[in-house]
């Protein structure tokens, strides 16, 4: 199993870079930040505080969440009900950076993902602590990163284009807001591998960061172009 590992902050581009990464080496997707936003949303139908650890610990034991590829798509399955839209509203994001502070439900997610990961050939897999925590021995690390002004910009395009009109100023709140979190927690806080490359793409297009990683991966894999 190959495992190209992608951490980076929200909105920096990490799932389009991991679909298209995927795509071109015919690796599965594994997105951890999906898996983290289905448990919020079993947690919110279900009433559960998102302080309660022990609570959400158990629902992560419980719940199924699945991430099904389709196509060029990965559809998220909770408990066999199609979420992968549900899942992205700003209620969502808010409630999934919350229930991920708690080391059980981690544990519990970080074992899953192995998991999944360990049936495939080769595994794309993003999120804040792919390379620091669930696959350390990722053949190829990348922290890609952007500044908070480019990212909230872009979340604000991500946004339009599903309908749900957000203003500016209050997605950099919250992605400031999110970046504190997501950082400053005691388990497994966003930071760079100390052995990841890290790229910076302000002002890059999409195709500018696929092209850069993919050359990259192919350098490490030994992949010819
Ligand atoms: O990447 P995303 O926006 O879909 O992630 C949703 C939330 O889940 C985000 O606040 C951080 C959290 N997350 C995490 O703690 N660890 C991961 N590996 C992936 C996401």
């Known amino acids: 199993m ?7 902050p929200a909105g920096s581009g990490k799932s389009t870079l991991a679909r298209g990464l995927a795509r071109a080496l015919g690796f599965l997707l594994l ?6 936003r289905a448990l919020a949303l079993a947690a919110q139908r279900a009433g559960i505080d998102p302080n309660d650890a022990d609570a959400l610990t158990q629902l992560a034991q419980q719940a199924a969440i699945q991430l099904v590829a389709q196509g060029d798509a990965t559809r998220v399955l909770l408990n066999g009900e199609d979420v992968s839209e549900a899942i992205r509203t700003p209620e969502i994001s808010e409630l999934a950076s919350r229930v991920s502070v708690h080391s059980g439900v981690r544990r519990v997610m970080v074992q899953q993902q192995r998991a999944i990961a360990a049936q495939a050939y080769g595994v794309v897999a993003e999120g804040r602590d792919t390379t620091t925590v669930v696959f350390p021995e990722a053949a190829v690390k990348i922290y890609l990163n952007a500044s908070p002004q480019e990212r909230a910009r872009r979340r604000q395009q991500q946004l339009q284009q599903q309908g749900i009109d957000a203003p500016y100023e209050v997605i950099l709140q919250q992605i400031l807001e999110r970046d504190a979190r997501d950082a400053a927690r005691a388990e497994s806080p966003l930071r760079p591998a100390p052995d990841a490359i890290i790229l910076q793409n302000d002002g890059w297009s999409k195709e500018q960061t696929l092209e850069h990683a993919l050359q990259l991966c192919r350098e490490r894999l030994g992949v010819p172009e």
């Open 2 to 8: 190959t495992v190209i590992a992608i951490d980076g």
């Open 31 to 36: 997105d951890t930040g999906a898996m983290y």
